[in-house]
C-alpha cells in the first residue's frame, strides 16, 4: 500500500545557559519558525528493500542523496560518503531503538528533507533531523540523540515545542516547560548572523570540556537563565544578558562578542549558544541595521522573524 507522511521539526536559539547546560544547568531557549521538513514516500513493494534519501537546501537545490539497503543498513551509493556514512549510523541508532522499522520493511521507502534556513546558519539541521527520524520510526528523539549526536539535548526539545522552554536534563531527570515568552520589548530584540568559521566553536567547546565542574558557577548560570526568560522590561533584561555573559566569559577565559567587534555599541549583545558563530541576540539602538550592515553583517531577522508565536 503507497502511504506519504510529513513531518515537521522547528528550528533552535539558546538564548542561555550555554555550556553550563551540559551540566545540568537550566537553559532556556527558543524553538524558530524557521526548521526542516520530511516527507517519505513509501512506494512499490520489494523483496529487497531501498532506502533512497534526497535533502533539500532553502534554495531548492539537492544538496546530498545516497540509497541504502534496508534488511541490511549498507550504503549502495551516495553523493558524500561522510556523510551517507553519519546518516547510516543515525540509521544504526534507530534500529536498535525499533528493530522492526527497516528489518521488517516490505517497501521502498523515498525521503525527501527540506531545510528552510541556510544551512551555515546553525538553526539545527542535526536536531531537526534527529527529531524527525525519531517520529518516523516512533523512537524516543533523546535516546536517539544521546546514542548519536549526544547534545544536551535542548535542541532536540525545540523541535517539538512550539512556544519557549526552560530546559534541564540533571542526574538523567529531563524538563521541557513551555513559557510564555513574548515581552513588551520584543520589538526591540534582533538577530544577527556573524558569518563565523565553526572553527573557533570547537576550540571553546573544547576547552570547557576539560574545566573542571563548578557547582556554584552552574546554578549562577540556571538563576540567570530564569530571570531572563521572566525580564519585564528591555533596562532589565538587558543588565541580564550582560551578567551572564561575564559570567560565562569568565569560566571559558574567552572574550565576550561584544569585546571582539562590537565595543563601540550601546545596546546589549549576546552570544546564543556556542561561542564563537552563528548568531547573536542585539537589543536596539537608533541606527542599529546600519551600524551592523557597516561592519559586514547583513543577515538581520526581528524577534518576529525569528520566533514562533502562538
Known sequence: MLQLIKLHANGKLLISGEYAVLDGAIAFAIPTKRGQSLEVNFEEANPNPVLIWEAYLVDGSLWFSAEYELKTLTILKSSDAKFASKLLEIFKATSTLNPKFFQEQTQNIHCKTQLEFPKEWGLGSSSTLIYLLAKLTEVNEFELNKLTFKTSGYDVACAGENTPIIYQNYLHERRVEPINFSPEFKE?????????????????????????????????????????????????????????????????????????????????????????GDFVLVTEREGFKEYFQSKGFTSILSFNEMIIQK
Open 188 to 276: 526591540k530584540l534582533h538577530f544577527v548572523y556573524l558569518n563565523q568559521k565553526q572553527d573557533t566553536q570547537k576550540n571553546v567547546a573544547a576547552n570547557y570540556r576539560d574545566l573542571p565542574k563548578d557547582v556554584e558557577w552552574i546554578n549562577a548560570v540556571s538563576e540567570i537563565s530564569y530571570q531572563i526568560s521572566k525580564a519585564e522590561n528591555l533596562e532589565e533584561f538587558e543588565k541580564l544578558l550582560n551578567k551572564h555573559e561575564d559570567l560565562i566569559a569568565s569560566k571559558l577565559d574567552f572574550p565576550k562578542v561584544k569585546d571582539l567587534y562590537f565595543s563601540d555599541y550601546e545596546g546589549a549583545i549576546k552570544s546564543l549558544g556556542a561561542w564563537g
